[in-house]
Nanobody, 125 residues
Framework: QVRLVESGGGSAQTGGSLRLSCVLS??????MAWFRQAPGKEREGVAV????????YYADSVQGRFTISLDNAKKTVYLQMNSLKPEDTAVYYC????????????????????WGQGTQVTVSS
């Protein structure tokens, strides 16, 4: 069984930075990702990392501002968020998948079978 625990959420000003962490308990899955859900909106994929060989993918809305990374030894995935905007305000979820996901679906939540409890990120203007 896989368990995910996020930390690092909080508040920031526009232009500021936050770093989220997600610790995985259990076996290392093939894909790890960050999703977010803003009030009244559907959950959307933010960033994905393939645990081997470390390939990353990003949503257009965060490309160049967010960086996903993985420490295999610690079984921890990070999301470094820079140049934050108010529209980044959401609950951020860590997710993991044991499936081989088609490239065009890596940010599709339906492919992910393990989820953390979520952590709130609030960006004020």
């Amino acid at each position: 069984q896989v368990r995910l625990v996020e930390s690092g959420g909080g508040s920031a000003q526009t232009g500021g930075s936050l770093r989220l962490s997600c610790v995985l308990s259990g076996y290392m899955t093939l894909r790890m990702a960050w999703f977010r859900q803003a009030p009244g909106k559907e959950r959307e994929g933010v960033a994905v990392i393939f645990t081997q060989p470390g390939t990353t993918y990003y949503a257009d809305s965060v490309q160049g501002r967010f960086t996903i990374s993985l420490d295999n030894a610690k079984k921890t995935v990070y999301l470094q968020m820079n140049s934050l905007k108010p529209e980044d305000t959401a609950v951020y979820y860590c997710a993991a998948s044991s499936s081989l996901i088609p490239r065009e679906s890596v940010l599709d939540q339906h492919w992910y079978n393990f989820w953390g409890q979520g952590t709130q990120v609030t960006v004020s203007s």
